[in-house]
Nanobody, 123 residues
Framework: QVQLVESGGGLVQVGGSLRLSCAAS????????MGWYRQAPGKQRELVATIISGGNTDYADSVKGRFTISRDNAKNTVYLQMNSLKPEDTAVYYC?????????????????WGQGTQVTVSS
């Protein structure tokens, strides 16, 4: 099986920074896309940023210029550097990954989610 473990959330003041990490472990052949999503109370989960194995990235308009996604393929880890944080960034942040792993049918891609980490930005 595969697990995604997130870390780095917490409480920060407006304008502050946080760095989230998400490490994938288990029977992994490769990881294609990795990404971060967030869900605020009473709202749907939304995309924050994604990065593919080659390094191309994509960001939600609301975080462009403030957040940076990166990954370490050797460590199967994705990071989210969050700067200039705003109260509206408060949410539970989830990482996900498209993992190619062995199955009864050979190697297949599977989609995994982390357990979530709380980010709270106080004004």
């Amino acid at each position: 099986q595969v697990q995604l473990v997130e870390s780095g959330g917490g409480l920060v003041q407006v304008g502050g920074s946080l760095r989230l990490s998400c490490a994938a472990s288990g029977s992994i052949l490769s990881i294609n896309e990795m990404g971060w999503y967030r869900q605020a109370p009473g709202k749907q989960r939304e995309l924050v940023a994604t990065i593919i194995s080659g390094g191309n990235t994509d960001y939600a308009d609301s975080v462009k210029g403030r957040f940076t996604i990166s990954r370490d393929n050797a460590k199967n880890t994705v990071y989210l550097q969050m700067n200039s944080l705003k109260p509206e960034d408060t949410a539970v942040y989830y990482c996900n990954a498209d993992v190619v792993r062995p199955s009864d049918f050979g190697y297949r891609p599977y989609h995994y989610w982390g357990q979530g980490t709380q980010v709270t930005v106080s004004s």
